[in-house]
Each structure stands twice: as C-alpha cells, then as structure tokens.
C-alpha cells in the first residue's frame, strides 16, 4: 500500500482480556515502531524492528506487551490482560532505513480503550 | 535522556495569519535531527519539517519554517498564511545522530493544539 496500515482502526476489550493490534509497513521500509499516545499525552516509545537484528524493547512498559515481526514485514503488538491503563492510541511507524535522519511514516494508529 | 518541551499546549491563530510554536529541547550531544509533525483528527502524523543540527540554515517548507537555535537549543515552527487545514496537533521531536548508540527512536513533546480561525 501507498502508506502504513494498522488494524482494528479502534478496539473496544474488557480488562483482562488479550488484544493483537497489527501493522502493515510500507513497503520496502526496513524500520518499524511502534509508539503509544496516551489522552493529552506525546508519543511514548515501546519498541523498534530493524531488519533482522534484535529489537529494541526498552520501551515496553511491562511484561504483558509484546510484539513480533514477522518475514520483515507486518508486525503484531500484543497486550495480555489488558488493564484500564492501557488504554491509549497505539501508533505504529516505518522509516526507510537505519539513517536517523530518515523520517518516520505513521499509520493512523489504533484506538485501544479496556472497559 | 534527551527530553523535547512543548510549553503552549494551546495556541491559536486567524486565518491567513502568521503564527508561531515553540520547542525547547535537551541534550549533551552535538549531532542529531529536530522535527516537527502534526496531527489532525484523523491521528495520523505527518512530517512537516526536518532539520539536521550540523546545518546552520533554517529549514523551510512552503509556509512551514523553522527557527533553529543551536545554542539556545529551541526550535520553533512559523506557520505562515494560515489555513483552516492547519488545525492540528502539533509535536516537536529529537532524534539522536549517534548511530552507534543506537538512538533511532523519537523522543516527543506533548504536542501544541493550534485553532484557526475563519
């Protein structure tokens, strides 16, 4: 696609429930993020793919948040036991390549609210 | 840590006006890239503006211009001739240019919310 896609667009879970939101770079781009913006808040780091090294999870905020890229591409970030706190706008971005002068591409991110 | 300031969190501006936002930021380091994004409604951040701190010359883009103070480590965004489509979240970022180290996160702002008024 011409852009990042993510997916569900907004996702409505009770606590304690399990949620997989999902991230489709663009295509080409070999560094994906993945931020999370919480109400009245900037953008939060959680975690950065870079093609097939090690990712950088020193943003995760706690053991229940995970994510994986899979073939270098689509990545899934994944939530258990979702808490109320966790409920933000989960942005994921990819950038061309390793130069930080490379900008990030964000998708339109996914509303997550734990009721 | 390198941390990015936002102090307006609202400002706004008449239509075809000139504003202007403001972006402190701190850091040790003496190689890295400033960034302004803004984000409409529809939550999707878009690039505005980039600037490299080796660079002494502001960048601009169309309306969309930077005052970069090294020094002073402030970056503020001019938005000239105002338009209602300027309505947005805006957010100020630092990126580190050690490569080695790895920094190839954003750190971010709390972001400005900017009115135009017809």
């Known amino acids: 696609g011409a852009g990042v896609s993510q997916s569900p667009s907004n996702k409505v879970t009770e606590k304690g429930k399990d949620v997989e939101l999902r991230c489709d770079p663009i295509?080409?781009?070999?560094?994906l993020y993945w931020y999370r913006q919480s109400l009245g808040q900037g953008l939060e780091f959680l975690i950065y793919?870079?093609?097939?090294?090690?990712?950088?999870k020193s943003g995760l905020p706690s053991d229940r948040f995970s994510a994986e890229r899979t073939g270098g591409s689509v990545s899934t970030l994944t939530i258990q036991r979702t808490q109320q706190e966790d409920s933000a706008v989960y942005l994921c971005?990819?950038?061309?390549?390793?130069?930080?002068?490379?900008?990030?591409?964000f998708g339109n991110g996914t509303r997550l609210t734990v009721t | 840590a390198q941390t990015v300031t936002q102090s307006q969190p609202e400002m706004s501006v008449q239509e075809a006006e000139t504003v202007t936002l403001s972006c402190t930021y701190d850091?040790?380091?003496?190689?890295?890239?400033l960034f302004w994004y803004k984000q409409p409604p529809s939550r999707q951040m878009i690039l505005v503006i980039r600037?490299?701190?080796?660079?002494?010359q502001n960048a601009t883009e169309n309306r969309f211009s930077v005052n970069f103070q090294k020094a002073a480590k402030s970056f503020s965004l001019k938005i000239s001739d105002s338009q209602l489509g300027d309505a947005a979240m805006y957010f100020c970022?630092?990126?580190?240019?050690?490569?080695?180290?790895?920094?190839?996160?954003?750190?971010f702002g709390k972001g400005t919310k900017l009115s135009v008024i017809p």
């Open positions: 793919f870079q093609g097939n090294s090690a990712p950088d």
């Open positions: 295509s080409g781009h070999t560094a």
């Open positions: 600037q490299e701190a080796y660079k002494q």
């Open positions: 971005a990819s950038s061309l390549g390793t130069g930080t002068g490379s900008p990030l591409h």
């Open positions: 970022a630092y990126r580190s240019g050690d490569t080695l180290a790895g920094s190839y996160q954003l750190t």
């Open positions: 850091t040790s380091e003496s190689d890295y890239y």
